[in-house]
């Protein structure tokens, strides 16, 4: 099938993104939406240029919309976004990162219906362990971008996403896929890059906006081909 890609930029919708090029669906583009004022993804807060770097890098290309700060009219501008991509690419199906939380499946399933394409769930039900370790044995390098203030100290962000990491997320008991937003990543390289990211220089910030989250500002960064 020609499909679109939900893309955060993160380690979930990148391994979705995997699964369903395991499967042999042509990728047509990735969609990702924005902040107005920040023009930071809405979720991650990973800067607008910096995830056209990384699209650039997969050799994908991404759309990007952008929606108002208190995220009234996102499922309006979610589904003119989508429908206007499905008709240009001739898209029957989207890709999506959800894992167990019955209120995003619903909402995929729900907003997907409408303008009638089919949603793609390929980490649906599947062990956060296993995925969290899977993402890694493939070999996918990503990056904490954000981490909850009240469950991580400001050296979480900026820490690579490594088994030993997957392993002190577990034995604390918080879900080692984040998939509550106890935190973030970005993702700068893997099996389907055809480029990998170098990043040269950060900053970690604390933001306080649905919480308070020390956030891995990524200021200085560049593509490195992978055959040199």
């Given at each position: ?9 993160g ?5 979705a ?11 047509k ?59 240009k ?17 619903d ?59 997957v392993?002190n ?8 896929c ?6 973030h ?44």
């Open positions: 099938m020609n499909i679109i890609a939900s893309w955060s930029g380690k979930d919708s990148c391994f993104l995997y699964k369903e090029m395991q499967n042999k669906h042509n990728v583009c990735l969609v990702n939406f924005v902040s107005e004022g920040t023009k930071r993804g809405c979720f991650h807060g990973i800067d607008s240029a910096l995830m056209q770097t990384q699209a650039k890098a997969l050799g994908l290309e991404l759309y990007q919309a952008e929606v108002p700060a208190d995220m009234q009219e996102y499922e309006r501008i979610f589904k003119e976004t989508v429908l206007e991509l499905k008709i690419h001739s898209a029957q199906a989207m890709v999506f990162g959800d894992i167990y939380l019955d209120e995003h499946r909402w995929v399933d729900r907003v997907c219906k409408d303008i009638g394409i089919t949603p793609l769930e390929p980490l649906w039900g599947l062990d956060t362990k296993i995925i969290a370790s899977d993402f890694i044995k493939y070999g996918f390098k990503t990056k904490i971008v954000s981490a909850k203030a009240d469950l991580f100290d400001k050296n979480f962000a900026g820490q690579d996403f490594s088994p030993e990491l392993t997320l577990i034995t604390r008991n918080i879900c080692p984040g998939e509550n937003g106890e935190f990543t970005f993702v700068y390289d893997g099996p389907i890059f055809k480029n990998r990211i170098t990043i040269t220089k950060t900053e970690t910030l604390l933001i306080d906006s649905f919480w308070k989250a020390h956030f891995l500002d990524i200021q200085e960064y560049k593509l490195i081909n992978k055959t040199n």
